[in-house]
């Protein structure tokens, strides 16, 4: 004899496969017509569907309907090759909170339009494992950093002593086969610097994503790769952190003034040579045109040879400019001790 509490669980049952193969079939008739999901999956026990903005915002959802359906917000899990477990996490966190919204209604198309329109609105979300390094590795509690993500934007000010730099970088839709865009803001850096920071970050973001002109046959084929990251390390590490307490290689003094805004003397002006060191105008002109002269004049930070604009004769002529310029200063010194 069937007793009443299973008649119940019964119509209950059969209702509840009503309600599932109702929105099963709204499913089917409406996600195909949205931009970027295809159906992988579509049964009375769960929803398997692709939701795809570009290459690198993909991702997998898989809708489970549980026992009381629809009186039981739907069970969400994604899973994805480009976007990060943490960020995942977060959205199926995220995804949960909506579904309470929606218990005792359909809920499967809901959740389709909301992870569709969180892939739009948050551009971010593609280089959101970069940004959270970027945030525990390299900025200090002086340092500030706003995500704008209608923009698709950083904006950065970085500060170290008293030196400062503002810059904001764009990270595009297709990233990270594409490089992301730089511009400089508000600075009190020398101009000098200043350049040398832009021009090297926009290489350093070109060499990610563009290969170089002549192939090693020895190396893998060429993959873009993210350049928000590395571009991040040189401005905030290798410049704006490591300048304002560089000090010359030459006197052992600092080399930028403690006050951005002092002026100084044609001596005590900042010259940057290409491993990286900078030097005291002064300091390095006095180093230069003293020996030795062989192999090339050598950081004396680093050992690299120096290469300046200011300074390109070869070592040769350098010798023999100076054995000269010592040849006139022992005429002129008898000179004075005959006279004397």
Request: positive net charge.
């Amino acid at each position: 004899m069937v007793t009443l509490p299973e008649i119940l669980l019964f119509s209950m049952a059969e209702e509840r496969e009503k309600v599932i193969e109702a929105e099963i079939s709204q499913v089917k008739e409406r996600a195909p017509s949205i931009e970027g999901v295809k159906l992988i999956t579509c049964v009375p026990m769960f929803v398997i569907v692709s939701l795809k903005k570009t290459e690198q915002k993909h991702l997998t959802a898989n809708l489970q309907f549980p026992p009381n359906y629809p009186n039981e917000q739907i069970v969400v899990e994604l899973k994805s090759k480009t976007l990060s477990d943490k960020l995942l996490y977060g959205l199926t966190n995220v995804c949960d909170q909506e579904t309470k919204k929606w218990v005792g209604q359909k809920q499967v198309m809901v959740m389709i339009n909301f992870i569709m329109n969180f892939m739009e609105e948050n551009p971010l979300c593609i280089c959101s494992d970069e940004i959270s390094d970027i945030k525990k590795k390299m900025l200090s509690d002086c340092d500030d950093l706003k995500l704008k993500q209608k923009s698709s934007q950083l904006v950065f000010r970085i500060c170290q002593n008293n030196y400062h730099m503002s810059f904001v970088l764009s990270v595009p839709e297709f990233y990270p086969s594409v490089q992301i865009g730089i511009e400089v803001g508000d600075y009190n850096f020398p101009e000098l610097l200043k350049t040398h920071f832009q021009a090297n970050a926009v290489e350093i973001a070109r060499k990610c994503v563009q290969p170089p002109l002549k192939k090693n046959s020895k190396e893998p084929p060429f993959k873009p790769a993210p350049s928000l990251k590395p571009v991040c390390e040189f401005l905030i590490n290798d410049c704006i952190k490591k300048y304002p307490q560089e000090v010359c290689p030459v006197c052992t003094d600092r080399c930028l003034p403690t006050s951005p805004g002092e002026k100084l003397s044609g001596g005590r002006q900042v010259e940057r040579v290409y491993c990286g060191h900078i030097f005291h105008h002064g300091c390095l002109r006095k180093y230069m045109k003293t020996p030795p002269f062989t192999g090339g004049k050598k950081c004396p930070s680093c050992g690299k040879q120096i290469f300046h604009q200011k300074w390109r004769i070869t070592p040769e002529l350098a010798e023999a400019r100076w054995a000269h310029k010592q040849a006139r200063q022992r005429e002129l010194e008898e000179v004075v001790d005959f006279l004397d």
